[in-house]
Each structure stands twice: as C-alpha cells, then as structure tokens.
C-alpha cells in the first residue's frame, strides 16, 4: 500500500518527532515550574527567551543551529571533541531542529497547568510529613499531568510539521533527514511527481488527524485521574 | 506544653501573640474574623514564618529567631485540618489516609478508620464525598502522621449544622481516646462551649485572655467585646433528677443549688457545662411567688457595670462559689435601686435553656 519511499519517511517523521518530545520533556517540565512558581530578576527575558522560536522564522533557527551546532560550530565542535556526538547532516540534528521549534509551545501547555495546581494542597501535603521533592512528585506532578500530555501532544504534532529549520541545518538527504514535509517539498520540485506529493499529502492528514485522536483520548484520561 | 511568642506583621495586622498552652485537650483559639486566628496557626504548622520571637513545643524549638532554628512544616509532627478538607483528588480516601502514614501501622489505621467511621469510604475518590465525609477523611489523614499536637482551622466552618452536630462527637472521641492535643480554631462560641477546654481569645492580632475554658468565659477581658446577645456565663453542673412527667432535668449545682432545664439530654449523674445567657437572667428584689419561671436562685449582687452607651447594666449575681451575669435595663436597675452587697434573686426561664446551651464536660 505504502512505497519503501513512503514508509521510510513516515518512520523518520515519527522517530524524529518522539525523539525531540521525549528529550524536550524534562526541560520543559522544569522550564514551565521556574515561570509558574519562581520570582526572579529578569524572569521576563528568561520567558521571551524561551518564546523565541514562536516568533523567529523556523530559517534563521535553522541558520542559527547550523553556526553554533554544527562540526564547526561552537558548541557543536565541543560535543563533537568531547562526546563525539554530532548533529550535522543527521537524524539528530532534525530532532535537535524539531525540539528547539515545539518547546514553547510544550512549556505553554505545562506551565498553565502548573498555575492551575493548588498550592493548598501542596501545604496540606508538606504537613502530612512530605519534604518539597517529594510534594513535587506526588501532588504537584500528578496535578498536572493533563497539562503535560497536552504539551507534549502539541509539541509532537509541531516537530511533525517542521520544516525550514531542518532543511537550513540538516539538509534534505534521504533516509537520514528526509522527513514527510522534506519529501513533499522534494516532490513538488520535481516535475511530474504531482502523485506522490499528493499521496504524501494524505499520509500527512492521517498522521496528523490519529495523534489529535489519540491526544483528545489521553487529555481526558488524565483528567479523569485527576478530578476522579 | 506550647510556648508561642512571636511577632509578624501581615499587612495592617500586627500578630504579637505571647501566651503558653496546655499540651493537653482542646483549646479554643477565638476571635472575629481577621483577628490573625488562621495566621497564628499557620505559624504554628510551619507555612509561614514569623518575623521574629520564638515557638517551642514541650523541649523542641519549632522556631528560635536568635538560634536561627526554623523546622519545616513536614519535620514539626504537627497536623493540620483546614477548613476546606484539602485532600489530594488524584487519590482514594485510602491513598489519602496512607499518604502521611509512614509506619504503615495496621491496628493504628484500624482504629483511625473506626473511630472516624471511615471503613465504607475507603476506596472512593474525594470528588464523590459530602463535606462533612471530606473533612472526616482530613481528620484521619492528619492523625494517621501519628502528630504530637494537631491543629483544626475552623473544620466545620464550611458544613451545614446537621453536619456539624455529626462532626463533634467525633472531635471529642479524638481528644479523649487518643489523648492528643487539640488546638481548635473557631469564631463560634456554640462550638467552643461543646468542645474546648481552655480558651485563647485573638483581638486585632494581640492575646485579649487565654486560660481554662469557665475562666476566660465570661472575664472581664471578655465581657465588654462581646455582642450583648452573646453574653452569658458557665456553670458546671450535674444531672441529679429526671422529671418524666415535664421532660425537665434538674441540674445541681457546686453549692447545693439547683437549676430545672428543658429535656432529658443525659441520664443522671451526667457532668454538664451549662451556658446561662445574660439576657435570659432577670433580677427580683424579693423571692417571686407566683411565677412561670421555675429557676430562682438567692444571690447576692457582686458588681454592676454600667454599659459605655448605657443601653444596659451587666449585674454579677454571686451564690456559693459561683456566679452568673444578668443583662437589665438602665431604667430598671435604677427603680429597683440596686447596689453592691445587696440580696436579690434570680431568675432563669427554663426554656431558653436548651441543649445548644449544654455540653457534655469529662
């Protein structure tokens, strides 16, 4: 039914999009507590900092990542001496893309879920003998678990539909790089290859209607669990 | 015991509380509203933090400005019921009940559950609870950290009366069979009188009077701040006759007097707190002969006290060791030519003594 072509770049969406929300996640759970519960000088440079990559073209982050991520580039270099990872023209470096372009809108989702806990609740609990960590993973993280499925829903359905940011950094090389998006822009360049964008062009409408699905299902499983 | 003394400005509140309180029973901490009550125990909890002072418990510092000790609120093993029940909704009343129960004790948990009449809710989830089931599964939770001392803040202030008459029992059940100390945070006298103890009285943040219950109740501090209609006066009493034939109960007194109150509440022998209002105490020069009011007590005039508006004049009627206030009218207080020393009698209608006047004391 699905061309070896079709199949390959619908894997590398889905494993780039999990790669980057599954990596994201931490930093977004704490990112969104530090805006939701923390006073600081320069609190609103931090929050447009993070806001960033929703107003920027997706272009000029993919150039970014490109000077500062790259072989040569300065943090990338020193990943590169020290770990050995690299991102340039691979798989990774799409994920990194993915990541940095959906992450406010993952912090957004937590954060607002974060400002509805009641702190009340998290005082009862410190009565009842429980140290702040242990507040934070039994009542606070729990509370907002809608808010996180949520934010990790959005951040997913975004990473599928990047596109400027990962063809500026990592290029459009099949197989390692060439996302749906990047082989319906390689169709459409192609003269005669109508077909196959439009099929890509349906696979790209399931995809995109089965994770709303599967978001709307699991959004309201965990508000069951938390309003019982 | 509890030595509070601490300072903490709140916005135009200034809390300067400097009293001691008795680590045993129920005390009462009483005020209107905004008088720094809620403040005062969150203070003692550990969720805020005075300004300076010091906050010791038994031997423990909970709290030493100079010594820079400061406990936070999971480390003092003091538990706290807030008005609104406060439980975790992601839990089942069990998860709840467990949640601060580290020994995982089953005959303890047993005994909360029972005591609480808990056992049929254990495995609903807080959502589907009444109010007051909600705030029985927040007494339980809190008593099942197994806390040295546990603070109410005004639990039944959110429940309807029917609720509350279910709740108080229960209350006094806890302070009697676990023998733990209870600081009880409540801006209702009726409350106080079925369950305290001693009594702390809060005004604009500073200690008006704190002490036993019948000494603070209607002191000198406490009399001139409250509404004339609440004005009353303890007696402890016991249930020496029950009169089947007029639903009365004689009630004796210390000094052999006696008192007839509507209804059987208790079987005889029973120990009572009797609240005696005030406006319900009229004062007759010589003994009534043919009156409707069945109390008449010989007493002798210890004080007046003119009002400031003089709209009435508080009499203290002393008998034996014991004594009760009348509320009377400027007017009448002067026709009857009323002084000091003088005997007179007094009078109680038996009806307006009903049970919400009475308190089972142990």
Same mark, same amino acid.
């Given at each position: 039914m699905l061309s070896d072509y079709e199949i390959a770049a619908l894997l590398l969406s889905l494993k780039v999009s999990s790669v980057a929300v599954l990596f994201s996640l931490p930093f977004g759970i704490i990112c969104a507590w530090i805006l939701a519960r923390c006073e600081f000088p320069g609190k609103s440079l931090f929050d447009s900092l993070i806001h960033l990559p929703l107003v920027l073209p997706p272009v000029v982050i993919g150039y970014i990542l490109l000077i500062s991520m790259g072989r040569q580039g300065s943090i990338g270099a020193v990943l590169y001496d020290w770990f050995g990872w690299s991102f340039s023209f691979s798989w990774r470096g799409a994920a990194l893309a993915a990541a940095i372009v959906s992450f406010p809108l993952m912090v957004r989702a937590i954060r607002l879920s974060f400002e509805s806990v009641d702190i009340r609740l998290e005082q009862a609990a410190r009565t009842l003998g429980s140290n702040r960590l242990r507040v934070f993973f039994t009542i606070t993280l729990p509370l907002t678990l809608p808010g996180i499925v949520s934010g990790m829903v959005l951040a997913f359905a975004r990473s599928l539909g990047e596109f400027g940011s990962t063809i500026t950094f990592v290029s459009n090389i099949p197989g390692e790089t060439r996302t749906i998006p990047l082989a319906m822009y390689s169709f459409i360049q192609t003269p005669g290859a109508e077909h196959e964008a439009a099929r890509l062009c349906v696979i790209a409408i399931v995809i995109a209607v089965l994770s709303l699905t599967a978001s709307q299902w699991l959004a309201k499983k965990a508000q069951q669990r938390v309003t019982s | 015991m509890l030595t509070i003394d601490i300072n903490k400005q709140l916005g135009d509140l200034d809390l300067q509380v400097n009293a001691q309180i008795p680590m045993q029973g129920i005390c009462a901490i009483f %005020?209107?509203? %905004?008088? %720094?009550k809620t403040s005062l125990v969150n203070i003692l909890g550990g969720l805020s933090t005075p300004d300076n002072g010091q906050l010791t418990l038994g031997a423990t510092h909970l709290y030493h400005q100079q010594q820079k000790i400061n406990l936070p609120p999971e480390r003092r093993r003091i538990g706290y019921v807030f008005q609104e029940a406060r439980l975790f909704p992601h839990y089942s009343v069990r998860g709840n009940l467990n949640y601060g129960n580290k020994d995982k004790d089953q005959v303890h948990f047993d005994t909360v559950v029972g005591l609480l009449g808990l056992t049929e809710l254990l495995n609903r989830y807080p959502a589907t609870l009444s109010g007051g089931e909600k705030q029985r599964v927040a007494i339980g939770r809190a008593l099942l950290t197994r806390p040295q001392m546990l603070l109410m803040d005004e639990p039944l202030a959110a429940l309807d009366l029917p609720r509350k008459r279910e709740l108080i029992p229960y209350l006094l059940q806890l302070a009697k069979t676990l023998n733990l100390p209870i600081i009880y945070v409540s801006h209702s006298l009726d409350e106080i009188l079925q369950l305290a103890d001693s009594m702390l009285v809060l005004d604009k943040g500073k200690v008006l009077v704190n002490g036993p219950l019948h000494a603070v109740w209607d002191s000198a501090e406490m009399r001139p701040w409250l509404p004339v209609k609440e004005q009353s006066s303890l007696l402890m009493a016991t249930i020496t006759e029950l009169n089947q034939k007029y639903r009365m109960s004689k009630l004796s007194l210390a000094d052999g007097t006696y008192l007839w109150i509507n209804g059987m509440p208790l079987p005889t022998d029973s120990k009572l707190r009797v609240r005696i209002h005030a406006n319900h105490v009229s004062v007759c020069i010589n003994r009534p002969t043919d009156s409707s009011i069945r109390n008449i007590l010989s007493s002798t005039i210890a004080e007046i006290i003119h009002s400031e508006s003089n709209d009435n004049v508080q009499v203290k009627l002393a008998f034996g060791d014991d004594h009760i206030w009348a509320n009377i009218t400027p007017w009448a207080c002067d026709d009857l030519a009323l002084k000091v020393g003088q005997a007179v009698y007094a009078q109680i209608k038996g009806v307006s003594m009903t049970e919400s006047e009475l308190a089972q004391s142990f």
């Open positions: - | %005020g209107r509203s %905004g008088a %720094g």
